[in-house]
């Protein structure tokens, strides 16, 4: 569903949509800071514990005495025959220690002057006793064992068992009390129920999250670079294909666009915006340790489909298998990657077992239903020819005849949407497996996985298999290895990008099959019979193994020596037989063409890392070094063959009359050094180093090292002490980096020359050269500034971060002309200057958190604007230095020419005597003279919009109750123009070959004055296709992206089944996006790998409306 502004009247369709954003906004920033905060202890000293341990009263007393200025008064025998407390490492509030404490054992205590404690013991009436039995589950749906189950004021209490479970005899009326270290404790009164089933949420205040930031990882409070944490458990509720496309709107700084509707797509993923003209700009992928960079090990393409997802290593990932993503954006965070880190990286880790745990099974079925969110209204046969006819008829060309106007009668009508679409049932399900072993020595993951995603076109389809395993074993208190094993194939069939449009261009009046049962087809056209060709036999077939063994040796104390082997190859074949039937075959006397890829790709990455860490009273030290070697191979071959003895029979490329055959093949190789050192004084002042060293052999012997610094520091003033009586403020921390990476991510060895051999001059066989090698090549650099603040506020109730970031990439490479006598016109040179800058916010809120209601939102807001700063001569499109990257060119269309003597007096004041065209005629377009030069030329080309939004972002909310969760996205950009290549070939005749959009028929006419779309005419004298504003409209958008309400079922329901917990989920995607946008969809990207069509709607595959349900077992 899309929801046009334009048909709205009162209100201008870009003004209503950024009014509309406006609105949300304040909206959104009302209900946060109209929050009102609890009233809770609230206690700014905090103890650290060295480790974990169990500890009595006493103990926990002292410790606190012993690190802080408290003293404490009780009675000698008042912990006699009490619980004991467990305790774990790391830093603890003592508000919520003491609290913890006193609530376990019928407690109490009170502060007096002098920081003197008083505990005494609280008594209790004693009335009828009820049994109150259920399960403690984390907000995972995970059983908690341990937890403390206790009455409140009281000594009554238990433990849950391995399974969460618990009971426990209370009196009633009075309250049970559940706590575990790192959740937050939650007190239920007991009224007249026997049953309790209770989820314990974690205490962002004592639990500190942990980030990956690459060869290791860091407490969240503690960094000082940029790094977005997804919620992984949330973005895979509406069980996406491919996890790039689930990232949508869930991050600051993070663009992401889907490139098509087609099965398997994948996401256009940009951080920070455009880094390189001729590399790739999608961000460095780290799959459980393993680097991974877009297009790697898809070799060379020679015969193949225009298919949409051999772009993405991560379609060969389930991502029911993923545990975590982090997202590493700025330079202090990505520097560890030196050379791969300009576009940021996506660390992604897979799931695996624990230590001591009890085997736990999951199984997940999915069941979902697709279409179109939108389709073209496209003339009927009747409304075709009509059109054809007034166009030839201003023309003054020649009618065609009646075998080229109705080559298969008059009574032919076929409506081509509906001959090729589908509402398209897919299916999903996976099995995961994962524990440990009792004496906690191993821990193991198994899991599997099937995909069966059909398209919304007939014959469209994306097949997935996976199977991974985790395993890891303590072979003594000081080693630990382990062994990770993924395998993924998968087959894309018939996912041609350009399938949709193809379809609606196929003229109406083309049957699908003719009188003799063949398929109907258009001899003077350019496109086959869709029904026919969406049964070609045409698809790819991609196979991914991963296997990575690991060691871990802890040295001495504090000192873990790390040695990590990884082994990756991917085969991909890509398959495409054209029968003798298709219109290409019979215009060039062919029976049937096979084109065909098959390529080979392997990696071996070696890691040995360094790890030490000390922490001395206030001082906290912990470093990371570490050396590295990648080799990667690859080979391709192509094979074109032509002419077969029949189409039916599957027969091998030998079997074809004529035969090409294509190969190339390639090794190189980087050998790296990298060094991180992270420094903390009191958690209130921190210092981070980081460096790589890289040597690459895509160089040339004097430029093959890259260096790549940054330094970060940070402050966190919330812990002075002019801050420190502040209640409201949790905690204020001010961080800065500056720093270096790279980009290498493009065709290796530039510096050398390639040769071909063939056959050539007079026909004689022979080697040329077919590039013009540059020596000096080297790798593009980014320079990277960053300054931010995190913020948690009112109990951490609020939450966020809001920064600046300025990122300048220098030495790009790009062509510049050379010199003929080279054997040449241009060379690759690093040339070029880019620049990008930005702000992003991110902000999180507990608007409600209650034991009946919960309701958590988050909203991401992110501006970006390039520059196009040094060309140098060198050239890629329409660059222009101090002008955006992603601007469109073309011409100012002033109006449409109502009469003649309107064009007369514009070529009768024309130096050349005419102003468009000789031939333009009343209901051209007339556009508008730039340089004031008297007439239309080149230079009256401009700059008509830009592809850049003005700002993007996603709003997110999750409200639980009861039994029930509902999660709700959606994601927004405003202020980015689309090229609609789609309205120029549908409003604007061209041809008989190919069919329009109905609204063709509001072209101009001298009764029709009033209209917008040019005159029907036949060659399209006045080039009325050309590149203008009339084909750039603003394509801001809000969509409500996902939806998705999941039922838990009380477990006491399952036990019976053996089943513990199992949840029912009913989720949509696509829903509906408002826009005043006129094509199919706003979010759209034609060429995914290409830097500069993004924001090109030609011939996309539509996007799809998906709904889902879902069922999830534990066992």
């Known amino acids: 569903m899309k929801i046009n502004l334009k048909n709205l009247r009162a209100f201008n369709g870009n003004r209503y949509l950024k009014l509309m954003m406006r609105t949300l906004i304040f909206s959104w920033c009302f209900t946060v800071f109209s ?20 500890v009595t009263l006493d103990e926990v007393f002292n410790m606190i005495s012993d690190q802080t200025d408290y003293n404490f008064i009780y009675a000698d025998d008042l912990f006699t025959d009490l619980s004991r407390v467990q305790l774990k490492k790391g830093k603890v509030k003592v508000g919520k220690l003491l609290e913890d404490c006193v609530t376990l054992n019928n407690l109490s205590f009170s502060v007096s002057e002098g920081n003197m404690i008083l505990i005494k013991k609280t008594e209790t009436p004693s009335v009828q006793n009820l049994i109150i039995s259920g399960i403690v589950e984390d907000e995972n749906g995970l059983p908690l064992a341990g937890v403390n189950v206790i009455e409140k004021n ?34 239920i009164l007991i009224q007249d129920k026997t049953s309790i089933d209770v989820i314990l949420q974690a205490d962002s205040e004592s639990l500190e999250e942990v980030v990956l930031v690459g060869y290791g990882s860091q407490k969240r409070k503690d960094l000082t670079g940029s790094v977005s944490k997804i919620d992984v458990k949330e973005i895979t509720k509406t069980n996406p294909i491919s996890i790039d496309n689930a990232l949508v709107g869930q991050a600051s700084g993070v663009h992401v666009v889907t490139a098509s509707g087609a099965p398997g797509a994948p996401a256009s993923i940009r951080i920070r915006g455009i880094t390189s003209v001729f590399g790739n700009n999608e961000p460095l992928y780290v799959i459980d340790g393993l680097p991974i960079e877009i297009g790697q090990g898809q070799g060379n393409s020679f015969y193949s489909e225009n298919f949409s997802n051999i772009q993405s290593p991560l379609t060969a990932i389930n991502p029911q298998d993923i545990e975590s993503i982090d997202i590493l954006k700025d330079a202090s965070a990505t520097a560890i990657y030196g050379s791969r880190g300009a576009n940021g990286v996506v660390i992604i880790t897979t799931k695996k077992g624990s230590y001591s745990s009890v085997p736990s099974i999951s199984l997940s079925a999915t069941t979902s239903v697709s279409s179109f969110t939108n389709e073209y209204s496209m003339l009927n046969a009747q409304g075709f020819h009509d059109v054809v006819k007034t166009a030839f008829t201003n023309s003054g060309s020649a009618m065609p005849g009646n075998e080229l106007l109705y080559p298969y009668g008059e009574s032919v009508d076929t409506n081509w949407q509906n001959e090729t679409d589908q509402a398209a049932v897919n299916t999903n399900y996976y099995l995961n497996a994962n524990g440990g072993s009792l004496n906690g020595s191993s821990l193991y993951s198994l899991s599997a996985g099937v995909t069966d995603q059909k398209g919304a076109i007939y014959g469209t389809n994306f097949k997935r298999n996976n199977l991974r395993t985790k395993l890891e074993t303590k072979l003594s208190n000081k080693l630990r ?12 069939k018939g996912s041609n990008t350009t399938f949709y449009y193809q379809t609606i261009k196929y003229r109406p009046d083309i049957p699908v099959f003719d009188d003799n049962g063949d398929y109907g087809h258009d001899t003077g056209g350019v496109e086959a019979n869709p029904y026919a060709r969406v049964r070609y036999p045409a698809y790819v077939d991609s196979k991914n193994f991963i296997v990575s063994l690991f060691g871990e040796y802890e040295i001495i104390d504090k000192l873990l020596f790390r040695s990590s082997y990884t082994y990756n190859t991917s085969n991909n074949l890509s398959f495409r037989y054209t029968p003798s039937h298709d219109v290409f075959e019979l215009r060039n006397n062919r029976k049937g063409t096979l084109n065909q890829t098959e390529s080979y790709f392997s990696s071996r990455v070696l890691d040995n890392t360094l790890t030490y860490s000390k922490n ?6 912990n470093t990371v070094f570490g050396v590295s070697y990648t080799q990667n191979k690859s080979n391709a071959t192509g094979i074109r063959a032509t002419d077969f003895p029949d189409d039916e029979v599957m027969v091998t490329p030998g079997a074809a009359s004529s035969l090409n055959l294509t190969s190339t093949g390639t090794i190189s190789g980087l050998s790296s050094y990298f060094l991180r050192a992270n420094y903390n004084f009191d958690d209130k002042y921190y210092l981070t180093f980081t460096g790589r060293a890289d040597k690459s052999t895509k160089f040339g012997p004097e430029n093959r090292w890259g260096y790549f610094p940054s330094g970060a520091i940070a402050w966190r003033i919330s812990k002075e002490s002019f801050l420190e009586n502040v209640d409201f403020i949790n905690d204020l921390k001010l961080r800065s980096s500056y720093g270096k990476t790279g980009s290498a991510n493009f065709s290796d060895f530039q510096y050398a020359t390639f040769f071909t051999s063939g056959s050539f001059y007079n026909n004689n066989n022979g080697v040329i050269s077919n590039t013009i090698p540059n020596p000096n090549i080297k790798w593009e650099t980014t320079d990277q500034l960053d300054v931010a603040i995190d913020f948690a506020l009112w109990d951490r109730r609020i939450n966020g971060s809001m920064g600046y970031f300025n990122k300048k990439t220098s030495d790009q490479i790009l062509l510049r002309d050379v010199i003929l006598e080279t054997g040449g016109s241009s060379q690759f040179s690093n040339i070029g200057d880019f ?9 999180g809120v507990d608007v409600i958190s209650n034991d009946k209601l919960q309701w958590t939102t988050d909203l991401n807001v992110t501006t970006i604007k390039s520059k196009v700063l040094r060309l140098n001569g060198g050239y890629y499109n329409n660059l222009i230095e101090g002008e955006s990257a992603s601007y469109f060119s073309g011409y100012k269309v002033e109006g449409i020419f109502q009469n003649q003597e309107e064009i007369d007096a514009l070529n009768a004041a024309s130096p050349n005597g005419v102003y468009q065209s000789s031939r333009t005629a009343p209901g051209d377009f007339r556009y508008a003279d730039i340089n004031s030069d008297g007439f239309i030329g080149t230079d009256d080309s401009n700059i008509i919009g830009d592809a850049a939004p003005d700002f993007f972002g996603g709003w997110n909310n ?22 609609n290549a789609n309205k120029r070939d549908l409003l604007v005749f061209n041809s008989y070959t190919s069919n329009y959009s109905t609204d063709i028929q509001k072209a101009w006419t001298s009764s029709n004055s009033n209209s917008e779309i040019p005159r029907l005419v036949s060659g399209d004298p006045n080039n009325n296709r050309r590149d203008s504003d009339f084909f750039i409209e603003d394509a801001s958008f809000v969509r409500f992206k996902n939806l998705n309400i999941t039922y838990k079922f009380n477990p006491q329901l399952l036990e019976k089944l053996f089943i513990q917990r199992a949840s029912l989920s009913l989720s949509a995607s696509n829903i509906f996006v408002i826009t005043s946008y006129s094509g199919l969809d706003p979010e759209v990207n034609y060429a995914a790998a290409n830097n500069f069509a993004q924001g090109y709607d030609s011939a996309s595959y539509p996007p799809v409306r998906t709904f889902s349900l879902g069922l999830n077992l534990n066992l």
């Open 616 to 621: 001395i009273n206030k001082h906290d030290v």
């Open 154 to 187: 009281t000594t009554n209490g238990v433990y849950t068992d391995f399974d969460g479970r618990y009971s426990i005899k209370i009196p009633n009326g009075n309250v049970l009390v559940f706590s575990f270290v790192g959740m937050l404790t939650k007190e």
């Open 35 to 54: 929050l009102v905060p609890n009233n809770s202890l609230s206690q700014n000293a905090e103890i650290t514990i060295d480790k974990d341990k169990t």
């Open 835 to 843: 620049l990008n800058r930005g702000f992003e916010f991110q902000v």
């Open 481 to 492: 290895v382990g062994v990770n094993f993924n395998y993924s194939d998968s087959k894309n």
């Open 958 to 979: 999750i409200v639980r109750f009861g039994n029930f969760e509902i999660s709700a996205l959606f994601n927004f950009s405003v202020g980015n123009y689309l090229y």
